[in-house]
Nanobody, 123 residues
Framework: QVQLVESGGGLVQAGGSLRLACAAS????????MGWFRQAPGKEREFVSA????????YYADSVKGRFTISRDNAKNTMYLQMNSLKPEDTAVYYC????????????????WGQGTQVTVSS
């Protein structure tokens, strides 16, 4: 089992920045992929970004490309999402996820999920 805990959400004005963190514990040596997803009220959960744990390869949704940066610290078993130039449409609960397989955007491919952290961007 892998446990995930997100942190770093909050309220920010449009154009501002936030950095989310996702700390993994448990069987972390089984992790091959980690990702960030978000869910706004009344909408389905959507892919934001993913990173392959061993290679560091990164992937982004078109809506965040150029504004968000995903990274990881293998020694701390922690993944980050640096969010810049935030827009009101980025408002959502952000979830981190982990998988023991290579997966990028498919929510069904991730086995482990955090509890979520709220990000609110005011206009």
């Amino acid at each position: 089992q892998v446990q995930l805990v997100e942190s770093g959400g909050g309220l920010v004005q449009a154009g501002g920045s936030l950095r989310l963190a996702c700390a993994a514990s448990g069987r972390t040596n089984s992790i091959r992929s980690m990702g960030w997803f978000r869910q706004a009220p009344g909408k389905e959960r959507e892919f934001v970004s993913a990173i392959i744990w061993t290679t560091g390869s990164t992937y982004y949704a078109d809506s965040v490309k150029g504004r968000f940066t995903i990274s990881r610290d293998n020694a701390k078993n922690t993944m980050y999402l640096q969010m810049n130039s935030l827009k009101p449409e980025d408002t959502a609960v952000y979830y981190c996820a982990a998988a023991p397989r290579l997966v990028i955007a498919a929510t069904g491919g991730y086995d482990y999920w955090g509890q979520g952290t709220q990000v609110t961007v005011s206009s």
